[in-house]
Structures are given as C-alpha cells and as structure tokens.
C-alpha cells in the first residue's frame, strides 16, 4: 500500500511540476494533495517510531525519510501562509526517492530481484564512483597543468589562423582546460578541438593519447571491472536468500506430494508400481514443480526414481525423488547417481557388517575346536 502511495506521489509531482510550467492556477488544489501525502507519510513515520524506537535513527532509510518529511511540512507550512521558497519546491522532487524504498522492499518477491540488484550496485559503488572521481580530478589537474605549458603558452599555435581561437576558447587558461579535458573522458565531440593543434604542431599526438589511453579507456575499464566486481559480490550474497526460499518451497510442497502419492496408491500397499504410474497423467504434479523439468509421463518419472530397479517406490522414494528432481538444480542424471552411491554405500556396510560377523564366528569355532 505504502509502495503505491510513493508511485502515486511520484507521479503527481511531476504534473505539479508541469502544471507550473503551463501557467496553470490550481494552488489550493495541488496544495490539499500535497497535504494528503505528507499526513500519509507522517503517520507511517509515527507507527514505524513507536515500533522500533530508537533503531530508527540508526536506520539511513528511516532518517532519509524523517528528512523528507521535514522538508514536505515546512514546504506546506510556508505555502500556506502565503511565503512561497522556491527553494523547499524543488526539493519537494526529493520525494521521489522513495521509489528506492519500495524497490527494496519487492526484493523479496524474485521477479523484482533484478531490479533490486541493479539498485543495490548503484548504492553500494558511492565509494568506488567518489575514487573515480578523484583520480579522475588529480588525472586532469595534471594534464591541465601540462596543457597550459605546451599548448596555451606555445607562441607557433596561437599565432596561426586555424588554432589561435580553439587556443583561446578551449585552453585560454586552467579552469577552462579543465573543462575541455573533461570532454576526454567521454569522447565527447574532441576531434574538432585536437585535430587542427595535430596537425599544427604534430608533436601534440602524443599528449591528447595520453589523456585518451589513460583517462579514457584505461581508468573507465578498471572503474566497470570493480563495480562487475562488487555486483558479483553482491549476487553472491543473494544466493543465500534464494536457498531459503528452496527450503522453503520444499516444507510447502511435501504435504501435497504425499496426498498424491496416497492418490496413486489405490491398493494402499505403501509403494507404487509402474502399472499404478503409468494409470495417471503426468498433470497430477503440481505445474510449479514440472516446470522445473523436462519429463513428459509418469513412466517416465517412474524410471527416474526407482534407481535399484526393485520394481517399487516407498513413500519417502516418491517424495525425495520428486523434490530432487524438480526442485533442485541438479540434472536427473546426477540425482540417480547420487542414489545410486547411497544404495551401494548400504550395501557395503552391510557386507562389511556380515564380514565381521562371520569373522566373529570362525574365530569362535576355532577356540571351541582347540
């Protein structure tokens, strides 16, 4: 419910927000509005204080959203007695960051998963985006000082007719120059500026390759490697929620597949036959596990899972069997070698039980014979 209320609110800050543009009068109108998801907002805001206390202030969602409400009361308060700061209005568009919250909150559901990743990577590369920037300054401080040395100074390019006015406007003096090396970062239209200084004094090359090699290519590829870096980090954790909900979906599904075992056993001798599988339609499984496999008859899932070849699945054979096959992300294949291996580790330790014994035996009838 909150989560359709900031969309609501979303939205309408943007009709406010071109209503304003079209010279349209609905003050009154746009101001009880505004008074309605701010009132909705505080009393969420009331009930999630009394709830956890003091953790909210620890929280930055919550402080993130006691900030928004500050600003949307003292915007209404100030609008209603007629002093209307242009300032608060703008900010009034914060609101809609609170998109971000309802995204976080449909982490949850798996379909929205993604979404959720792509927004926790942004969040969490605050600190690689800010050292980017940095080095990214410190790289162009540098190149600038050097381009006010070997370009803006250099008499041969100010005094020729085709480079004076690119010399003048784009390296005229250090903030300027810093302004068009940030063009070098993107690649962004350079050509008309560095050609003609080339092709003036050819000695250049090597400067403007500099600046594209290591700012342009070099430093924005190590900048993606480390947030693909954090993201796979990040997906990584994820896989331990995704393992909750397996554990999950198999405690809900194992009541139904008991009753349909029982459904299929119409003898009720405990086990089923390949007569009894083969009498059902593989549309007795419930459709969220087939589509987890590719079996198309229950022969088919008979042969699958009676892996000794007794002719017979218990109970717990037809349960395990299904949520291996269905559920997990092991192929079937690799299912029926796992039960496989656990038939013949029985068998060997029965063996190895019945070698002892019969050791035991004979040595017995050796001291009774001596």
Same mark, same amino acid.
């Given at each position: 419910? &909150?989560?359709?209320?900031?969309?609501?609110?979303?939205?309408?800050?943007?009709? =406010?927000?071109?209503?304003?543009?079209?010279?349209?009068?609905?003050?009154?109108? #746009?101001?009880?509005?505004?008074? !309605?998801?701010?009132?909705?907002?505080?009393?969420?805001?009331?009930?999630?204080?009394?709830? #956890?206390?003091?953790?909210?202030?620890?929280?930055?969602?919550?402080?993130?959203?006691?900030?928004?409400?500050?600003?949307?009361?003292?915007?209404?308060?100030? *609008?209603?007695?007629?002093?209307?700061?242009?300032?608060?209005?703008?900010?009034?568009?914060?609101? +809609?960051?609170?998109?971000?919250?309802?995204?976080? !909150?449909?982490?949850?559901?798996?379909?929205?998963?993604?979404? #959720?990743?792509?927004?926790?990577?942004?969040?969490?590369? !605050?600190?690689?985006?800010?050292?980017?920037?940095?080095? $990214?300054?410190?790289?162009?401080?540098?190149?600038?000082?050097?381009?006010? *040395?070997?370009?803006?100074?250099? +008499?041969?390019?100010?005094?020729?007719?085709?480079?004076?006015?690119?010399?003048?406007?784009?390296?005229?003096?250090? @903030?300027?120059?810093?302004?068009?090396?940030?063009?070098?970062?993107?690649?962004?239209?350079?050509?008309?500026?560095?050609?003609?200084?080339?092709?003036?004094?050819?000695?250049?090359?090597?400067?403007?390759?500099?600046?594209?090699?290591?700012?342009?290519?070099?430093?924005?590829?190590?900048?993606?490697? $480390?947030?693909?870096?954090?993201?796979?980090?990040?997906? +990584?954790?994820?896989?331990?929620?995704?393992?909750?909900?397996?554990?999950?979906?198999?405690?809900?599904?194992?009541?139904?597949?008991?009753?349909?075992?029982?459904?299929?056993?119409?003898?009720?001798?405990?086990?089923?036959?390949?007569?009894?599988?083969? &009498?059902?339609?593989?549309?007795?499984? @419930?459709?969220?596990?087939? +589509?987890?496999?590719?079996?198309?008859?229950?022969?088919? $899932?008979? *042969?699958?899972?009676? $892996?000794?070849?007794?002719? =017979?699945?218990?109970?717990?054979?037809?349960?395990?069997?299904?949520?291996?096959?269905?559920?997990?992300?092991?192929? !079937?294949?690799?299912?029926?070698?796992?039960?496989?291996?656990?038939?013949?580790? &029985?068998?060997?330790?029965?063996?190895?039980?019945?070698?002892?014994?019969?050791?035991? #035996?004979?040595?017995?009838?050796?001291?009774?014979?001596?």
């Amino acid at each position: 419910m &909150m989560g359709l209320i900031i969309v609501a609110n979303a939205v309408t800050v943007g009709y =406010e927000i071109q209503a304003s543009l079209t010279q349209i009068d609905a003050g009154m109108y #746009w101001f009880w509005l505004d008074f !309605a998801f701010v009132v909705v907002y505080l009393i969420e805001l009331v009930m999630r204080l009394l709830a #956890w206390g003091r953790k909210c202030f620890k929280d930055g969602w919550c402080i993130l959203d006691m900030i928004l409400v500050s600003i949307g009361l003292m915007s209404l308060i100030t *609008e209603r007695i007629g002093e209307k700061v242009q300032e608060l209005e703008s900010m009034m568009v914060v609101r +809609s960051l609170r998109l971000l919250r309802l995204i976080r !909150a449909l982490r949850l559901l798996k379909q929205f998963r993604t979404v #959720w990743r792509l927004v926790n990577g942004l969040l969490t590369s !605050a600190n690689a985006m800010l050292s980017t920037l940095v080095l $990214v300054v410190l790289s162009l401080y540098i190149a600038a000082c050097l381009g006010i *040395e070997i370009i803006t100074k250099d +008499s041969h390019l100010t005094s020729g007719a085709e480079t004076a006015p690119i010399v003048s406007q784009y390296f005229g003096d250090l @903030p300027s120059t810093l302004l068009t090396l940030t063009a070098f970062v993107t690649l962004d239209s350079i050509a008309p500026i560095y050609s003609p200084l080339i092709a003036r004094k050819p000695e250049l090359a090597g400067y403007f390759f500099f600046i594209v090699l290591f700012v342009s290519i070099a430093l924005m590829n190590l900048v993606t490697a $480390v947030l693909v870096e954090g993201a796979l980090a990040n997906a +990584s954790a994820d896989k331990e929620m995704e393992r909750m909900d397996l554990r999950e979906k198999l405690r809900s599904e194992m009541p139904r597949l008991s009753q349909i075992f029982d459904d299929i056993d119409k003898d009720g001798s405990g086990s089923l036959t390949m007569e009894e599988m083969a &009498m059902v339609p593989v549309d007795i499984i @419930p459709e969220e596990l087939r +589509s987890k496999s590719r079996v198309t008859s229950m022969q088919e $899932v008979f *042969e699958m899972l009676d $892996v000794d070849g007794g002719g =017979e699945l218990t109970r717990e054979e037809f349960v395990d069997g299904l949520l291996n096959i269905f559920m997990h992300d092991d192929p !079937a294949t690799s299912v029926q070698t796992l039960r496989l291996l656990r038939k013949v580790d &029985m068998k060997v330790m029965h063996l190895t039980q019945d070698f002892h014994e019969a050791l035991g #035996w004979k040595r017995k009838s050796f001291r009774g014979a001596t």
